[in-house]
């Protein structure tokens, strides 16, 4: 394994640093996602770290009018394109449903599933053509690859096709690539090797990155993919110079900076302008944290395999090139480094914010209904709703189930026979937070509680 990355082009120093403040941001937020997770603030996390370098690459030919079909290792990919935020990020990590903070699923799937949105509010289209676009993620692994194609084959149409030209805001003559990423395990599906064969038989734009780390989760690569790489298992599919049909297969490591802008360059030049099918497969890529928060890979990497990980860290490598090819000095990636460490705390704490916030104002709203309207049960000698409030209200960082389930449990437990409580059960089936419409009909001698 080369230990130097490759120098041959020149670089903009400003460009260098905002690629390595993008990095590190992204591991941040990676890191921080998985403690919300531990510490219980958040369910599950799947994050992008270890990937980063190979993501910001690939960002770089990136154009308005491209799509993305990938999966949830692409969180960089999406921050360097200008589609996410480190904000996004936790706010999906949360499961936020507010559609303006959570834009990308809405909190319908699970952390870092991305997709940007085609039509505008009132149901019109958007101009596609003039922005980047990405498909909304799905969970099962591999079932990116045949919509992946599908959006390829789409543009290829537009190429062929001029009765399609008019619809300029949708397709730039055919000239738009369709980007897809996929772990190294997910190329043992079916769906994947289906969409390889198809579009190599097709010929169209379509830009597939293999992310390859080594692992299936804990299953290591040899036991599941022939020949230990998919490159050389997808060799004889490879297209040469007078072959009508294949696909361009190109490799590159996974923690070379300058090695992957020239593959990625060579590639979605390719397709772009010849309409032609790329694989870049990417090796030597690192996995910090594991596969997702419900493991540990050091119970199943060796000693050996872990320190290697730690050494060929692609941000590590990155910035010892930065500091080797004179395009930095120590100080000047420390400030990047504190920099990108505060700007994911500052959004964590703001996506936390924006989550809780609402549910527990209507906590506060049902605290306000509820206070002081002790209801002591004549038959059991229990205050049934005080209880049920003094447990909501000592839930630090209640979600919105805590504030409905007391609610069902009041109208659920209060007894029915109670004349007493009719006001109360008016007041919570209204909802919370929301204004009291007509008051119910009471019969005389009836009281508020």
């Not at 690459?57 to 993305?68: N, V």
């Not at 991305?114 to 676009?133: E, H, Q, V, Y």
């Not at 290591?220 to 004889?236: D, F, H, M």
């Not at 005080?386 to 659920?412: A, F, Q, Y």
Request: overall charge neutral.
């Amino acid at each position: 394994m080369a230990a130097k990355s490759s120098q041959k082009t020149q670089f903009s120093k400003t460009e260098l640093h905002n690629d390595y403040y993008i990095a590190r941001l992204s591991r941040e937020i990676s890191l921080l996602g998985r403690r919300e997770v531990l510490t219980g603030k958040a369910k599950f996390g799947i994050f992008g770290d270890g990937k980063e370098l190979a993501q910001i690459a690939m960002a770089k030919f990136f154009e308005d009018g491209d799509w993305r079909s990938g999966y949830y290792r692409d969180q960089t990919l999406m921050m360097a394109t200008g589609l996410f935020s480190a904000e996004d990020f936790f706010a999906q990590l949360y499961g936020q449903t507010d559609v303006e903070l959570n834009p990308g699923n809405a909190g319908r799937s699970f952390n870092n599933h991305f997709g940007t949105r085609s039509l505008n509010p009132d149901g019109s289209w958007k101009n596609l053509a003039t922005m980047k676009n990405s498909s909304a993620d799905i969970s099962p692994t591999a079932g990116q690859m045949p919509r992946l194609l599908g959006l390829a084959w789409a543009s290829k149409l537009f190429r062929n096709n001029k009765s399609l030209h008019q619809f300029s805001s949708f397709s730039k003559k055919g000239n738009e690539v369709a980007f897809g990423t996929i772990g190294d395990a997910s190329t043992s599906e079916g769906h994947f090797f289906e969409t390889i064969n198809a579009v190599a038989v097709l010929q169209v734009p379509m830009v597939t990155t293999v992310y390859d780390d080594g692992y299936g989760i804990s299953v290591p690569r040899e036991y599941q993919t022939a020949k230990g790489s998919i490159s050389q298992l997808l060799a004889g599919i490879e297209k040469g110079e007078k072959d009508s049909t294949g696909m361009v297969i190109l490799k590159a490591k996974g923690w070379d900076y300058a090695e992957l802008i020239s593959v990625f360059k060579k590639g979605v030049e390719q397709s772009r302008k010849k309409h032609l099918p790329v694989l870049i497969h990417i090796t030597e890529i690192t996995q910090p944290q594991g596969h997702s928060t419900s493991g540990s890979h050091e119970r199943y990497k060796s000693a050996e395999r872990l320190q290697w990980e730690k050494d060929y860290d692609c941000n590590l490598k990155f910035r010892e090139w930065l500091i080797e090819s004179g395009y930095a000095v120590e100080k000047e990636l420390e400030e990047i480094e504190k920099k990108a460490v505060n700007d994911a705390r500052t959004a964590k704490n703001d996506a936390w914010k924006k989550y809780t916030n609402p549910i527990k104002e209507e906590r506060d709203a049902l605290m306000k209904i509820i206070d002081n309207r002790s209801c002591v049960c004549k038959r059991e000698h229990i205050d049934k709703v005080g209880l049920i409030s003094d447990e909501l209200r000592k839930i630090p960082n209640p979600i919105r189930k805590d504030n409905m389930s007391s609610v069902k449990r009041i109208l659920r437990h209060v007894c029915t026979d109670c004349t007493r409580v009719l006001r109360l059960q008016a007041d919570l089936s209204e909802g919370l937070p929301g204004d009291r419409q007509e008051e119910p009909r009471r019969e005389e001698g009836e009281t508020d509680l």
